[in-house]
């Protein structure tokens, strides 16, 4: 039976090295990224400086917003969310959140097993900046899946 491990990251450094270890490990196509496209130019507020002030809008590539993370997972794209703004997803959660843009990112983990509430909180942790990852992975897979995102600093890492 598959299941759901998702984390929270503060740094992008921290959520490129630990899907970098993830896909070295051997999880591949089940790795998503969640995280604000926070661009604008010349803002210099902890977020815009977390992804170099770039923007999908202003032409850059998603894989210049997120560096190697975007780069690591299919499906990489930026989309608008209501009540959250631009935000960045990649990998197989990015398809579940075009598809249900309205249900925003809690609806979208919701699809991938995530109880609605948790999803909640996901969705504020990206809403102030953070970036999550969700590993979809066979039982046999979890508790390497999980010891991966807390290896690298990732919070709230749960099992669903």
């Known amino acids: 039976m598959s299941k759901t491990v998702i984390g929270v990251f503060n740094s992008r ?8 270890d993830l896909r070295n490990k051997g999880f591949e196509n ?16 902890r977020n815009s400086e977390m992804f170099g002030g770039d ?8 894989g210049g917003v997120l560096g190697g993370i ?11 969310i209501p009540g959250l703004g631009p935000i960045i997803a990649a ?6 959140l075009s ?11 919701t699809d991938w097993g995530i109880p609605e509430e ?3 909180y996901y969705e504020g942790k990206v809403k102030e900046g953070n970036i999550i990852a969700a590993v979809k992975t066979d039982d046999n897979k979890i508790e390497s899946a999980a010891g991966v995102l807390r290896n690298y600093g990732a919070k709230d890492v749960e099992t669903h």
Do not use: M, N, Y
Request: hydrophobic share 40%.
């Open 30 to 45: 089940e790795i998503s990224i969640v995280a604000k496209d926070e661009g604008g130019g010349g803002r210099t507020d």
């Open 118 to 120: 948790r999803g909640k």
């Open 70 to 80: 975007a780069g690591l997972a299919i499906g990489a794209g930026a989309l608008a």
């Open 55 to 62: 923007s999908i809008t202003d032409g850059t590539t998603t």
């Open 13 to 20: 450094d921290q959520a490129e090295k630990a899907v970098s």
């Open 99 to 109: 598809g249900a843009a309205t249900g925003g990112i809690a609806g979208g983990l």
């Open 91 to 96: 990998g197989p959660i990015a398809g579940l």
